[in-house]
């Protein structure tokens, strides 16, 4: 047992009722093992806990039952924990399944990394009803492994959420799933999309976000001049609409859709002249010219 952790653990739980935020990064089995030794630290309002390497593959709930379970009763006892973050915990969705559960857990933030997104943890998100702030990240290495159920599930779990002004993830979702998203969250202000092709048909139902602020498509896309100089016509039209500011980020654009740089331009002037806002653009290199450059 790594004694340096426990004691650490313990020499914390000294101040546990001043303790406001806590940042535990790179934590390895051992550290992992004597979390449970923080369990007085209930006044805690922001936590963030990162995995290290070598524990990244334990398996936390069935080698250290006691301890695992001691961690669920105390985060679900943090009643004035308002924003978690975990990066790479092993056994993190089951955990969190049971901590989100919780009546007297109302977060406004999540932020989750983990290559086991799972049924449990889908079922108890909409029960934050609070919830502002939401960021699910998968590995690349397991992104691709995606299956219709894995992300069929997020979304649903997504579109429940329905007080979400900032949305962050790489899931491959189908336009299917972004349109039931978009249309349930209506306060959404900045959306971070993924998915195997992003194309002209998904700003339709992003163009209904009445408070978007900032759109950020990290999947290859195809989008064309006239989709995005219409988005952006419309945005600006709607009476109803708060875009001042508005950022479009297009990190992937095939390069058989690249934009010309007068192109670029008019996309440029018109989001600055109708919204105040700003334009960035980055395109895929094209795999038969090795030496293109793929940069903006």
Known sequence: MNSL??????????????????????LEIFPLRSLNELQHCVFLESLRLEGGWSARSY??????????????????????????????IPESTTLLAKVLKSP????LSLSIKTPDLDKEFCEALPVQDRLQHLAVKIPDGDLLEASDERHMMLANAITCCHDLREL??????????????????PLLEDIVLNGDLIEDVFLAPIRRLRNLK???????????????????????????????GLYIYITNQDHDFRFTDVEEVMVRSALSAKLKGRFDI???????????DSSD
Request: proline share 3%; with cysteine; net charge negative.
């Open 104 to 107: 007297s857990i109302r977060l």
């Open 168 to 185: 962050d993830t790489n899931e491959l979702f189908t336009f299917e799933e972004i349109e039931g998203i978009c249309d349930s969250l």
């Open 5 to 26: 952790g426990r004691e650490s653990f313990r020499s914390l739980c000294e101040h546990s009722q001043s303790l406001k935020t806590l940042s535990l990064l790179s």
């Open 214 to 244: 900032s759109l950020t498509t990290y999947g290859p896309s195809s989008f064309s001049l006239d989709a995005l100089l219409d988005f952006i016509n419309h945005l600006s039209e709607d009476p109803e609409g708060d875009h001042d």
């Open 59 to 88: 398996l936390w709930a069935e080698d250290c039952k006691q301890g695992f379970q001691e961690v669920v009763q105390w985060l679900q006892n943090c009643a004035f924990l308002k924003v978690l973050e975990f990066t790479m």
């Open 282 to 292: 980055n395109y895929r290199a094209d795999p038969y010219d090795p030496h293109e």
